[in-house]
């Protein structure tokens, strides 16, 4: 994958020949300083973005040149983001943060059970019903983990999920991405922090826009 | 200085869509305000600019054709003339010019002096014969110019030199045509006169103020002069202005309303950009701007906004409604403002600029109390989480339209003033389109008037009983109806009906207190009348009949009339005749439900009359009607685009606020559909109980309100009914959907990644 951000004489290359190939039930971290471009790596496995140059594909379905329709498809069925700052939305409780995917036309059937079973298992059934300002970090990011999780996808990509989290909640939080893998889904996740990533089953370094 | 100049226009570049929606908001409220005041400045001074203009007389006396020697020494020696003027006025007279002819001219053989009437184009009558002036609304009608031919009865073709205009009465077509000759050229066609006869004085007083005694002096000396009528200057005023009132008194009330949206949609739009920019706002104290530059700073960037969206809202509102409150000048034969109407938009311009600069400057200066950095750590959003809490107790709505409904309730003062903007819009849309239909209703159905009768004939009051045994006809009886004076101020004409037996039969309008009337020595009055001489039950009206003679009734009954303004007397034909034996008759029919007019038509001719149709309020007045209904549907849009915009408005600053919201969403899989459905269920949440909250506010509110304001003229049913209802939420719906969809497209054209940055 090749990527570049800007235009003119301010274009410069994020990515330049970035290949990466993730395992179901495979937990990879990939290593960088900040501004090296593993967020962006993030944004263009996840159908966030495009790549300039290359071809992505997410459990045998391609992503590149498809319609903004059908990738928005495919992130809903197949891909599951757990963003660095949480990103719930303020006016839903914690539960209903989670439930927001299962209501979105298109979702797998089962949402609300699977939405009930992933909140229980977080353990965050006590605080469901709390506004995201009433929890604590930790209990934010499980909502967070359990939103990316409820419609059961194949890749799970967590962008520096232990980021605001002080070191007991970010164990708990790689102790629950290694559960993922187990239950056979491929999650990548980019770190700045190196003992983080050490927790990961192969850990890529970003460096010079290219992984090592 | 030049700093704070940089930082702003820096500013204004960097935010193009949020400066352009915000420039779209203030020209529209500038063009919302400016079009109200262009009608109401227009149509409130009319009268008194073009009576200035035209130099029209204080009083005009009309009186049987004189010699000019018997008046002429009468007048002149009033107390505190100051001027007077003589003509000799004849009417139906056949006129034809530019493809058209009327057999209704009235001509006016003015003599030297002064002459109470403006010249618009050409020149005044000189001395050559065969020269004409003629009035404005005839120009315009036929085509005439300075320089046109007009064929006249008797005078043969002459030349029209000029178009006048004078503010005394209503223009053609809603009334006569009227032409202007010299005497001289009239002493040309048919010889001279020594002492030649005036049937028209004019007289300007040295002081207004004391016009009424000029008034009971020439009462007092006018013995001898038979049919002599008076009106005055005020009179006059009364009369066209008040034909107008509702007009004005509406456009000011949507004056008042449109500044008060303005306010609302523009202060809550510079407040969010502020409240987004409190961070920066702190960053750029903490690096050393002091509060005055960084006030200073967006109070200039408002002002770069403000002042080329205020100059463009006002022009645009001024042009929109210049051309229909102009022809409706013109049929009041009134002239334009002009350059009169620069302060009051000068005013509009100020007031639309200034607005949303304090909007903008005020919460920045206010944020200057707090140190630096608790804006840069968001004060201001700590307090706004508080709110965010209590808002999840709200009844859950589910699904992506239940989340957009809950993003625009989150903000409940934003959403408030959207309310009441949408709300009053939709309240004043709705009574404009009320008022329009009532305005047809009143203009094409004589019955909306109270009439029920169909036919009126020209016959004498013993053919009634003939008429009534046609076929078809129900009743038939004769008529009576003069125009009299009030006795006291002399200024307010009436129509004075009167029925042989129950007039009911034949005009019904409503009793809006009292009771009808019985006997000869008793009236029902119209409202107009009532409100104009502070009439009640019980009042005596004392009228000044044609005759000279004064009549007198006990008020029985006020009715709700809009003929004639409502200055109409209904009374006893016995008690009118008794007083005026000379007054017009006619025979009034009223016909049985599915009759056959044909037949009738040929019985009454048998009879030797030719039936003429009963007109509606205006008859011929369908100019005025249709510049009136022009300006409310100028209004209208004008309101409906406001509404538009508060829309977009309403869903643009909630998909900015909540652009992470709507990245987290897509990144979850939402495509652009869902996000569609996120903005209608935010639109919805303003849209339904604001549509809800117009319908009541016009139905309970101002439709009563404005009824009541029109009480000097009738009972005007002015609440909405379902078809305009289902009109207006129709168009609400259709504009809630292109908000939704345009801003769906802004949103969804960002990317995910940007749109999560926030």
Redo the contacts between chains.
Sequence with gaps: MTKSVGTGRAAHRVLAGVDIEVEAGELVAVLGRSGSGKSTLL?LL?A??RPDGGEITVGGERLTGRS??SL??????R?G?V?QSF?L?????GE?NVL??T?????PRGGAARARELIVKLGVDPVAER?P??LSGGEQQRFAIA?ALV?DPVLVLADEPTGNLDTTAAGDVLRLLRDMTERGRAVVMVTHEPEIAAAADRVLEMADCRLG | MRGVWQEALRGVAQRRGRTLLTAMGIALAAAMLATAVVVAYSLHTGFDRSATRADLPDVIARFDEQPLSRVEPRIRALPGLAAASFRFEVTNISIAGGGHSSRHASVEVIGPGRRGFAILAGRPLGARNGEVLIEQGLARSWGLHPGSTLHMQALGAVRVVGISESPDNVAFPLAAPRVYVSRRSTEARFGHEADPDVNTAELWVKDPGRLDEVLVQARATSYGIRGLRFVTRAGVKILLDEAAGIVIALLVALSAIALLTASVMLASSARAEVQRRLAGIGLRRALGATRTHVTLAQAVEALIVGVPASAAGVLAGTLLARGPTDRLLEVLNEIPPGSALFWPLAACFALTTAIPLLAAAWPVWRSGSRPPIALMTGLELRARRIKEGRSHRLPRRRGTFGLGSRLVTARRVRLLSTLTVLGTSVAFILLMLALASELGELASNPAALGKRYQLTAALPASSAPSVAALAGVAAAAPRYEVQALDSYSLGETIDVIGYPGDHTVFEAPSLASGRRLHGPHETEVGLGLAEVLGLRVGSTLAAELPSGREARFRVAGIVNSLQHDGRVAYVSAAGLLADEPAAAEQIAIRLRPNADRAAVTAGLQALGATPVKTSAAVGTGQTLIDALTAILRVVAIVNGLVCLYALIQALVLTARERRATIGVLRACGAGAGAVRVLLAGAAATVVLPAALAGVLLERLVLGPALARLAAGYASLPLGAGASEIAIVLAGFAIFAAVAVIWVARLSVAETIVGALRG
Excluded: K, M, Y
């Design positions: 944004h996840g966030l973005d903004e329709r928005a498809r495919i992130r809903l069925r891909i983001f963003f990103q939305v303020a006016e839903c409780s209903e927001l995917p209501r979105l036309p298109g979702a506004s300002h009433e939103r419609n």
